[in-house]
């Protein structure tokens, strides 16, 4: 069993929290740009090269934070699976179980196992 200070795992808790927080404000700001750029492009006389090449840019970049974005739930995940085998497995630290369906009632949940 691993054994972790109670406040350190409510700051990750918060950190985690925000971090998505600031993610998902990246992908609505991203896309928000996207399609200014699109309504730009096409009133313009920009080239279709030109605007393919802007739009590849844009959505390369918004690819790269929804990637990240992946990367952070699969952290939350390996958190998960690591507190249901430490001290706080009981606490509740405020973070939805990424690990579970919301619609199963909690005795019904599947428990992560730790690898």
Sequence with gaps: ??????????????????????????IVNGTRLFGSIVETAKRSDLPATESQRLYDSVAAGLASVLKGRADIVDALKRVTVLKRHSNLEPVDLGCANPLVSASLPVEEQPRATVE
């Excluded at 069993?1 to 990246?26: C, E, N, P």
Aim: hydrophobic fraction near 50%.
């Design 1 to 26: 069993m691993f054994k972790f200070d109670q406040g350190a795992a409510h700051v990750i808790a918060g950190d985690l929290r925000s971090t998505f927080s600031a993610v998902d404000d990246a």
